[in-house]
């Protein structure tokens, strides 16, 4: 059941430099909205209720998709539908637009912006309806007690906070090696993919890099042509194919050299942890060989190791492991 | 109700009481006579003179008015601060203009519905799920049901009501007729919006590019095998 919104004011800045002003004039009460999806259901739940919203759509600069020579630079308003049948990504980077296409129902797709996919909030149930956990300022965890529902939260890398991150794109992003840059005070830094998926032991309240309260704004994704052309795959399972957040998904770059070995690879899963897991024993493992039933064998063997699953979520371990073997085996045909 | 200290509610030693119900409601209902009622049989509050649907919706309608202005009209800070001319905006809905007054907070789905009057847009779940509300803005799909007003602003809004043409249905909503789409017809409009919007941009769809598309619109009555033969056969004749 849904409720009515509260009332708040809209700002609908021009340019970059407006938006930068206004969030950090208003970075304490303030909401960046994007696409909306997400934002709106936090409103309607009345667990979030900032005074001001900050419409970032007439910001020409957030937009488009560029071939800038060694990377290409995509703006984080461009939307999950635009990014999946951009036809540079579709090239170069068919993981990332497969993991585009696969996200939510196609009218969300429609207007969910890849910044928005990659900045959301976690989709722990306990969290969302507002329980005074530890990601919102409170101390306990709800979703990790003896009779609590977690049949889709953590594997890894649990401290306190047992959410996972929801997004089908960062794997994606993940294992291209994208950076992200991101302004506040009208300077802007870049920050690795590694370091903009931010886990509870770093920050339990926030999910990435981008301070919302310091009036931080995801301007631009860039993602180097290293792993350009090279052997992609993407795979979501979840409950229901549309809407759904994945339950484990996984996305894979390899380098598979003339005579069939990988010379490389990079391998990611996410819903598994509270940033995309790279799964780096499996990437040491699988350099020089090449992918037959023997290397699927031992990829199924490590891909989960050292899961620590919870009450529900046992068949996230097995599930991880198969999804991985899938994007080995990819690379055999 | 009011609760001031009269003589007559006061009791012997001076307390207040409430006043009187039936002080406030007339004589007792028993007593009223109604024209149009038959002696003996029960009475009936509804004028004669309107019909039990009238009678309904003007309840129904008065209800929502008054269960929702208090969210429209209420007042915050931030409320405050807005300028008067933030809130006037122009709505392009089925080719008409339409000069609003809305609030920040309005969704297009309750503009569409309780300020236009394009009741075809339907509620389901109020949050992006479901697709009942499915609108096409400029040229893609949305959910009306999670789009502010605000943000449409300037955009092509084409709901259910602008699909028929001079009095003829669209080839989809035909084909959903031959196909019997519809059985509680409560997801249809999202379904036919769907539709549309998939042979606007792809006149020769294959049954895969038509379950992709309408996989945003749920069906509680498990009719999607009939929407898709629709969507098929629609497809033949646009």
Same mark, same amino acid.
């Given at each position: 059941?849904? $409720?009515?919104?509260?009332?708040?004011?809209?700002?609908?800045?021009?340019?970059?430099?407006?938006?930068?002003?206004?969030?950090?004039?208003?970075?304490?009460?303030?909401?960046?909205?994007?696409?909306?999806?997400?934002? *709106?259901?936090?409103?309607?739940?009345?667990?979030?209720?900032?005074?001001?919203?900050?419409?970032?759509?007439?910001?020409?600069?957030?937009?488009?998709?560029?071939?800038?020579?060694?990377?290409?630079?995509?703006?984080?308003?461009?939307?999950?539908?635009?990014?999946?049948?951009?036809?540079? =990504?579709?090239?170069?980077?068919?993981?990332?637009?497969?993991?585009?296409? !696969?996200?939510?129902?196609?009218?969300?797709?429609?207007?969910?912006?890849?910044?928005?996919?990659?900045?959301?909030?976690? !989709?722990?149930?306990?969290?969302?309806?507002?329980?005074?956990?530890?990601?919102?300022?409170?101390?306990?965890?709800?979703?990790?007690?003896?009779?609590?529902?977690?049949?889709?939260?953590?594997?890894?890398?649990?401290?306190?906070?047992?959410?996972?991150?929801?997004?089908?794109?960062?794997?994606?992003?993940?294992?291209?090696?994208?950076?992200?840059?991101?302004?506040?005070?009208?300077?802007?830094?870049?920050?690795?993919?590694?370091?903009?998926?931010?886990?509870?032991?770093?920050?339990?309240?926030?999910?990435?890099?981008?301070?919302?309260?310091?009036?931080?704004?995801?301007?631009?994704?860039?993602?180097?042509?290293?792993?350009?052309?090279?052997?992609?795959?993407?795979?979501?399972?979840? $409950?229901?194919?549309?809407?759904?957040?994945?339950?484990?998904?996984?996305?894979?770059?390899?380098? =598979?050299?003339? $005579?069939?070995?990988?010379?490389?690879?990079?391998?990611?899963?996410?819903?598994?942890?509270?940033?995309?897991?790279?799964?780096?024993?499996?990437?040491?493992?699988?350099?020089?060989?090449?992918?037959?039933?023997?290397?699927?064998?031992?990829?199924?063997?490590?891909?989960?190791?050292?899961?620590?699953?919870?009450?529900?979520?046992?068949?996230?371990?097995?599930?991880?492991?198969?999804?991985?073997?899938?994007? /080995?085996?990819?690379?055999?045909? | 109700?009011?609760?001031?200290?009269?003589?007559?509610?006061?009791?012997?030693?001076?307390?207040?009481?409430?006043?009187?119900?039936?002080?406030?409601?007339?004589?007792?209902?028993?007593?009223?006579?109604?024209?149009?009622?038959?002696?003996?049989?029960?009475?009936?509050?509804?004028?004669?003179?309107?019909?039990?649907?009238?009678?309904?919706?003007?309840?129904?309608?008065?209800?929502?008015?008054?269960?929702?202005?208090?969210?429209?009209?209420?007042?915050?800070?931030?409320?405050?601060?807005?300028?008067?001319?933030?809130?006037?905006?122009?709505?392009?809905?089925?080719?008409?203009?339409?000069?609003?007054?809305?609030?920040?907070?309005?969704?297009?789905?309750?503009?569409?519905?309780?300020?236009?009057?394009?009741?075809?847009?339907?509620?389901?779940?109020? !949050?992006?799920?479901?697709?009942?509300?499915?609108?096409?803005?400029?040229?893609?799909?949305?959910?009306?049901?999670?789009?502010?007003?605000? !943000?449409?602003?300037?955009?092509?809004?084409?709901?259910?009501?602008?699909?028929?043409?001079?009095?003829?249905?669209?080839?989809?909503?035909?084909?959903?007729?031959?196909?019997?789409?519809?059985?509680?017809?409560?997801?249809?409009?999202?379904?036919?919006?769907?539709?549309?919007? *998939?042979?606007?941009?792809?006149?020769?769809?294959? /049954?895969?590019?038509?379950?992709?598309?309408?996989?945003?619109?749920?069906?509680?009555?498990?009719?999607?095998?009939?929407?898709?033969?629709?969507?098929?056969?629609?497809?033949?004749?646009?």
């Amino acid at each position: 059941m849904t $409720d009515m919104m509260h009332i708040f004011e809209m700002l609908q800045p021009t340019s970059l430099d407006e938006a930068v002003a206004l969030l950090d004039k208003h970075g304490k009460d303030g909401w960046v909205i994007a696409g909306g999806k997400d934002s *709106l259901d936090w409103f309607k739940d009345r667990v979030k209720k900032p005074e001001y919203l900050i419409d970032i759509s007439g910001v020409k600069e957030l937009y488009g998709i560029q071939d800038k020579g060694d990377h290409i630079a995509i703006g984080p308003m461009v939307t999950l539908t635009d990014l999946s049948q951009n036809k540079l =990504v579709r090239d170069l980077f068919p993981v990332l637009a497969d993991a585009a296409g !696969r996200v939510a129902s196609p009218q969300i797709r429609n207007v969910g912006t890849i910044g928005g996919n990659i900045c959301q909030d976690t !989709r722990c149930a306990y969290y969302r309806d507002g329980f005074p956990c530890y990601r919102a300022g409170g101390n306990t965890c709800y979703a990790n007690t003896p009779t609590a529902m977690n049949r889709e939260h953590t594997l890894f890398e649990a401290k306190r906070c047992v959410a996972v991150t929801p997004s089908d794109t960062a794997p994606a992003l993940s294992v291209l090696d994208a950076q992200m840059v991101i302004a506040r005070d009208g300077k802007l830094r870049t920050v690795g993919v590694d370091d903009f998926f931010v886990g509870p032991e770093i920050d339990i309240e926030r999910m990435t890099a981008v301070e919302r309260d310091k009036g931080d704004l995801l301007v631009q994704i860039k993602i180097p042509k290293t792993w350009a052309g090279s052997r992609q795959y993407f795979e979501k399972v979840a $409950d229901r194919q549309v809407w759904d957040f994945a339950l484990v998904n996984v996305a894979m770059a390899a380098k =598979v050299g003339a $005579d069939g070995s990988i010379e490389a690879m990079q391998i990611a899963c996410g819903a598994v942890q509270c940033t995309p897991r790279r799964l780096k024993d499996v990437e040491s493992l699988v350099v020089g060989e090449k992918a037959n039933a023997d290397l699927e064998k031992l990829v199924e063997r490590v891909a989960a190791r050292g899961a620590k699953p919870l009450n529900y979520n046992q068949f996230k371990a097995p599930l991880m492991s198969q999804l991985a073997k899938r994007a /080995v085996r990819s690379l055999s045909a | 109700m009011s609760w001031e200290v009269k003589d007559a509610e006061t009791n012997g030693v001076g307390m207040m009481m409430p006043p009187d119900p039936a002080d406030d409601f007339g004589p007792e209902p028993g007593t009223v006579e109604i024209a149009g009622n038959v002696p003996g049989e029960p009475e009936s509050w509804r004028p004669p003179t309107m019909s039990r649907r009238a009678f309904l919706r003007g309840v129904i309608c008065s209800g929502v008015v008054i269960a929702s202005s208090g969210y429209l009209f209420s007042s915050n800070k931030a409320h405050a601060a807005a300028k008067q001319t933030d809130r006037l905006i122009t709505l392009s809905v089925n080719g008409r203009k339409h000069r609003l007054d809305v609030t920040p907070n309005e969704t297009l789905a309750h503009t569409l519905r309780y300020r236009l009057g394009l009741t075809g847009t339907k509620i389901g779940c109020n !949050r992006a799920e479901c697709g009942a509300c499915t609108v096409i803005i400029g040229d893609q799909t949305e959910y009306s049901c999670s789009t502010l007003t605000m !943000r449409a602003q300037g955009k092509e809004i084409r709901t259910i009501e602008g699909v028929a043409q001079n009095g003829r249905l669209h080839p989809v909503q035909q084909a959903f007729i031959d196909e019997l789409g519809p059985q509680c017809g409560f997801c249809t409009p999202g379904q036919v919006m769907s539709a549309v919007n *998939l042979l606007e941009k792809n006149p020769n769809p294959s /049954v895969d590019d038509v379950r992709q598309a309408l996989s945003g619109n749920l069906c509680r009555c498990g009719a999607y095998e009939h929407y898709l033969n629709g969507v098929m056969s629609a497809a033949k004749r646009v």
